[in-house]
C-alpha cells in the first residue's frame, strides 16, 4: 500500500530497483578502509583528541547540573523562609512588619550574596571556557582534518589514476574517456571522503554514546527510554529509503559520465562538428543529457520530500510525547531541573551516535556505488611493469646479434568468434624493413597491438627473435625494444622540448635537434620565435597534421629502440617530404628493423618485404627488395 502511495506522489522512472547486496556493501567499505593505509597514525591522532572532547563535552553537563541543582536548591531554601517569615509576620502590626523584614534582610543578605555572585561567576567561568575551548577545537579539527583530507584525497587519485594507465589496454575500451575521468575525479573523492572520516567517525560516536548512556542512567534511567524512542523510526527510515537511495546513486552517477564524455567528445571534435554544421544538433543532444539529469533530480528531490514527510511527522509525535512526559515528571518532583538541563545537553550524546550509524549505513549505501566503479578499475587485468631479468639478459643478447620479429600461426579476435586474424605468419628479421598492406579495417593496426603487447593471441606465438634465433614472448615487457608511430595526432601540450622527451626523458638538445632533422622539421622549429620552448595546444593545437606526425616520428627516433614500428605515420606527408624522411631514417642507421603500415605504393622501394592483409589473413607479395609488386 505504501509502495503504490510512494509511487503516485514520486513518479518513479523504474518502479522497480535492485535488492540491496549487503554482503558487497560490506566488502566494498573493507576494501575503501584499505585506502587510509599510511595515513591511519594522523587519523588516529585526530581521533583521539575528536574522543577527548566528546568525553569533555560529557562532563561538562554533569557539572552544569550539579550547579544548576545547587542553584535551585537555594533558591528553594530562600523561597522557604519568606514562606516561613510570612505566617510569622501574620499578626504584626505594619510598623513591627516593617522592622522584622528590615532585620531579616540584614541578617541574610551577605551569605545570600556571597551565595548568589559565587554561584553566578561559576556558572559564567564553566559555560565561557566551555565555550572557548569548543571553538579553538574546531579551528584546530577544521584546519587539520582538512590538510589530512586533502592530503589522502589526492593520493587516492594517483593510486586511481596509476590503476588506469597500469590496466590491460583492451580491458580499458569498454570505458568511454569522460567515464574513466569521471572515476579519477569524482568517485576517488567520494573513496577518500569514507577513508578519511567513517571509520574514526564512528569510533569516536561509539565512545561518546558508551560514556553518555552510563551519566544518563545515573541521571534517571527512564530518561533513557525517552532518548530510545526514535530508534523504530530510524530503522524505518532505512527500510524506506535504502534500495531507491542505492538506484539514485548509481544512476547519477552514470549519468555524470555519460554528460563527461559527451562534453570529451565535443571538445576532441570540434573542427568536425563545425564543418559539417552539427552545432545544433549537438546543442541538443547536451540538452537531452541535462533534461535527464533534471528530471532524475526532480524525482530525488521528491521522493526525499515524501519520505521526510512521513519520517518527520512521526519523528515530531514521538518529541511531543517525550517532552509531556518529561514535564509531568518534572511537575510530580521525580526530576530535578538540572537533570532536566542535563539530560538536554546529555541526550543529543546518545541520539546522536544512534543517528549517525543509521546515517552511516544510508551513506554507505550511496558511497558503494562510487566504490563498485573504482573497483572495477583496480579489479581490471593489470600490465606487467617490471622488467624481469630475463627480458634485461634477451636485450643485451638482441643489442649484440640484431633483433627481428616473428608471428606464427596466430589467432585473434576481440570478440570471441569474431577473429580478426586468422593463421597469421610473418617472418621480420633483423635489419630488415617490412611494410603491412591492405584495405582499412583489414587488421594491419591489431598487428601492431600484438607487437607492443596490448593484445594477447588467442592462437598461436608472436615473439622477438635475434640474429642467433634465440626467442622472447611478446609482452608487456617486451614494450621497450620497440619505438612506436601511431597513427594521427599524438602530440601532448607542453613544449615542443617537453614532447621530444617523452621519447627519451635524458635526451638534451643536440640530441632532440638530430632526431628533427631526420623527421624534416628542423628547420621549422628554428623559425619558431622560442624554438623548443614553443608551446603546442592540446592535441597537437597549433601544427598541421603532417607537422605533427613528424614530431612523432623525431619522438620514436629518440628512443633508439632496436624495431621501429610506423602505423601510417606519413599518412599525411607529400611524397617528397615522407621519401625524404624515410632516407634519412634508414641513411643515419637508426632504425635497424622497422615495420610499417601504409596505403601508399611511393613507401614500397625501400622496403625488403611486403605482407598484404586481407579478409583475415595475411599473404607475402614481396619477399626481396628488388622485386616490384603491383598493388
Known amino acids: 500500500m505504501l509502495k503504490k502511495i510512494m509511487s503516485k506522489l514520486v513518479g518513479f522512472q523504474n518502479e522497480t530497483v535492485e535488492e540491496i547486496n549487503w554482503g558487497r556493501i560490506g566488502q566494498q567499505l573493507k576494501w575503501m578502509n584499505k585506502f587510509s593505509k599510511g595515513y591511519r597514525g594522523r587519523i588516529g591522532l585526530l581521533t583521539g583528541i575528536s574522543i577527548f572532547f566528546a568525553l569533555f563535552g560529557i562532563a561538562y553537563a554533569w557539572v552544569y547540573k550539579d550547579l544548576v541543582d545547587q542553584i535551585m536548591g537555594n533558591i528553594q531554601t530562600v523561597i522557604a523562609i519568606i514562606t516561613n517569615e510570612a505566617m510569622t509576620m501574620r499578626a504584626m502590626s505594619l510598623w513591627a512588619k516593617a522592622r522584622h523584614v528590615y532585620d531579616l534582610a540584614a541578617s541574610l543578605s551577605i551569605p545570600i550574596g556571597n551565595w548568589f555572585v559565587l554561584s553566578s561567576v561559576s556558572i559564567l567561568i564553566i559555560y565561557f571556557a566551555y565555550k572557548i575551548i569548543s571553538y579553538c577545537y574546531s579551528l584546530f579539527m577544521q584546519f587539520f582534518t582538512l590538510k589530512l583530507s586533502t592530503d589522502l584525497g589526492l593520493g587516492i587519485k594517483r593510486k586511481v589514476y596509476a590503476a588506469v594507465l597500469e590496466s590491460d589496454w583492451l580491458s580499458l575500451t569498454q570505458y568511454h574517456a569522460g567515464d574513466l575521468v569521471q572515476r579519477v575525479a569524482s568517485d576517488a573523492d567520494t573513496v ?30 527512564t530518561l533513557l527510554i525517552i532518548a530510545f524512542l526514535g530508534m523504530p523510526l530510524y530503522i524505518f527510515n532505512i527500510w524506506l529509503k535504502g534500495r ?15 554528460n563527461s564524455s559527451f562534453l570529451y567528445e565535443t571538445m576532441a571534435n570540434l573542427m568536425v562538428v563545425k564543418s559539417f554544421m552539427l552545432v545544433p544538433q549537438f546543442i541538443k543532444r547536451y540538452r537531452g543529457i541535462h533534461q535527464e539529469m533534471y528530471d532524475l533530480t526532480l524525482e530525488k528531490t521528491k521522493y526525499g520530500i515524501v519520505t ?40 543529543p550524546m546518545v541520539t546522536t551516535p544512534i543517528t549517525s550509524i543509521i546515517g552511516f549505513v544510508m551513506s554507505s549505501i550511496e558511497i558503494s556505488a562510487s566504490a563498485e566503479r573504482v573497483m572495477s578499475i583496480f579489479e581490471l587485468p593489470r600490465d606487467r611493469t617490471q622488467v624481469p631479468e630475463e627480458v634485461k639478459v634477451f636485450g643485451r643478447k638482441a643489442d649484440a646479434d640484431g633483433l627481428g620479429l616473428r608471428v606464427d600461426n596466430l589467432e585473434f579476435a576481440y570478440i570471441k568468434g569474431e577473429p580478426v586474424l586468422h593463421d597469421v605468419n610473418i617472418e621480420v628479421n633483423p635489419g630488415e624493413t617490412v611494410a603491412l598492406v591492405g584495405p582499412s579495417g583489414e587488421g594491419k593496426t591489431t598487428l601492431i597491438r600484438l607487437a607492443l603487447g596490448l593484445l594477447t593471441p588467442d592462437k598461436g606465438r608472436a615473439y622477438l627473435a635475434t640474429g642467433k634465433g634465440e626467442s622472447l614472448d611478446l609482452s608487456v615487457e617486451t614494450r621497450d625494444f620497440f619505438s612506436y608511430v601511431p597513427q594521427g595526432n599524438t602530440m601532448f601540450s607542453g613544449s615542443i622540448r617537453e614532447n621530444m622527451q617523452m621519447g627519451n626523458p635524458g635526451a638534451d638538445d643536440a640530441m632532440i635537434q638530430r632526431a628533427l632533422e631526420q623527421a624534416c622539421m628542423w628547420s621549422f622549429v628554428q623559425s619558431l620565435p622560442m624554438g623548443l620552448d614553443t608551446p603546442i595546444g592540446e592535441r597537437g593545437v597549433g601544427v598541421s597534421e603532417g607537422q605533427a606526425q ?15 614500428l610506423l602505423d601510417e605515420a606519413t599518412s599525411a606527408l607529400d611524397i617528397y617530404t615522407e621519401k625524404e624522411v624515410l632516407d ?32 583475415r589473413s595475411v599473404e607475402l607479395i614481396k619477399a626481396t627488395r628488388d622485386q616490384e609488386v603491383e598493388f
Open 244 to 258: 531507491r537511495t542505492r538506484d539514485y546513486s548509481m544512476r547519477t552517477l552514470e549519468l555524470g559520465a555519460k
Open 584 to 615: 634519412n631514417i634508414f641513411a643515419a642507421g637508426i632504425c635497424k628493423t622497422c615495420v610499417l603500415t601504409t596505403h601508399r605504393p611511393s613507401v614500397f622501394t625501400v622496403c625488403d618485404k611486403i605482407y598484404r592483409v586481407r579478409q
Open 192 to 221: 577518500s571522503g569514507f577513508a578519511m572520516s567513517t571509520v574514526p567517525g564512528l569510533i569516536v560516536q561509539a565512545v561518546q554514546f558508551v560514556a553518555a548512556l552510563i551519566v544518563m542512567i545515573q541521571l534517571d534511567w
Open 550 to 564: 613528424r614530431f612523432a616520428i623525431a619522438r620514436a627516433l629518440l628512443r633508439n629502440a632496436p624495431i621501429l
Open 308 to 347: 521526510g514527510a512521513i519520517t518527520g511527522v512521526i519523528g515530531r509525535v514521538i518529541s511531543i510525547a517525550g517532552f509531556v512526559y518529561l514535564c509531568v515528571r518534572l511537575i510530580d518532583g521525580n526530576v530535578t531541573f538540572g537533570t532536566l538541563t542535563a539530560y538536554g545537553i546529555i541526550a
